[in-house]
């Protein structure tokens, strides 16, 4: 089975610092991909970025950066340069092997505050 | 319009009652998954359409669910004898190609449907 899991329900970042939002998977699949979305107050979700389970590099997209250890079996979001925009919910998701369905975990609330 | 759409936006309906949601791919998108959200929790997953055929609907909570996607694109789920706990936003999304371990699965999201049963 694959598990998701989120443990900040919510963070708290001042504009224009750096925040990093915690994510542990659980899997048995050697080969799989790890997501971020981003769930603004309208409700859709926003892809932000993506990792591989072999890509030896963490995966950075703009201000989104991807914090991979493999070992310790975690995938954490750092954003730097923190905007107002930024506020919303944001979830971290899985893909194992020979399957096609994400794997969401509980989501964090992230309020970024001037 | 070049996303995912999601009609209706909002559906309030009574306990008992029949309730269709509409799901309208991107435009070429092979792909279509439902899922379900209920307040603070992520998304579950529901169902996954390859093409016109349920490739995985494991996550169906019970026989009152279903959905189809009878020419590959357009998908509706159906809800038989809805109940309280049904009360969610109903998330559909689509991708370029089935689900795979590279970028290329990435999928895009409607905004959802928001179903409240009284």
């Known amino acids: 089975a694959q598990k998701i899991t989120q443990t900040q329900p919510g963070m708290f970042v001042q504009e224009k610092e750096a925040v990093t939002l915690d994510c542990t998977y659980d899997t048995s699949d050697q080969s799989y991909g790890l997501f971020w979305y981003k769930q603004p107050s309208s409700g859709e979700m926003i892809f932000l970025i993506y990792q591989g389970s072999y890509d030896e590099q963490n995966a950075t997209e703009g201000r989104y950066s991807l914090n991979f250890q493999k070992a310790r079996k975690s995938a954490n979001l750092v954003i730097s340069a923190s905007q107002l925009g930024d506020s919303a919910m944001y979830f971290c998701?899985?893909?194992?092997?020979?399957?096609?369905?994400?794997?969401f975990g509980t989501g964090t609330r992230l309020q970024v505050f001037p | 319009g070049a996303g995912v759409s999601q009609t209706p936006s909002n559906k309030v309906t009574e306990k008992g009652k029949y309730v269709e949601l509409r799901c309208d791919p991107i435009?070429?998108?092979?792909?279509l998954y439902w899922y379900r959200q209920s307040l603070g929790q992520g998304p579950e997953f529901l169902i996954y359409?390859?093409?016109?055929?349920?490739?995985?609907d494991s996550g169906l909570p019970n026989d009152r669910f279903f959905a189809v996607r009878p020419e590959g694109s357009v998908s509706t789920l159906k809800i038989q004898r809805t109940e309280r706990g049904d009360s969610a936003v109903y998330l559909c999304?689509?991708?370029?190609?089935?689900?795979?371990?590279?970028?290329?699965?990435?999928?895009?999201f409607g905004e959802g449907s928001r179903l409240t049963v009284l």
């Open positions: 359409f390859q093409g016109t055929g349920a490739a995985d």
């Open positions: 999304a689509s991708s370029l190609t089935p689900g795979t371990s590279g970028r290329s699965g990435e999928l895009f």
């Open positions: 998701a899985m893909r194992g092997h020979n399957t096609d369905k994400l794997i």
């Open positions: 435009s070429g998108h092979t792909a």
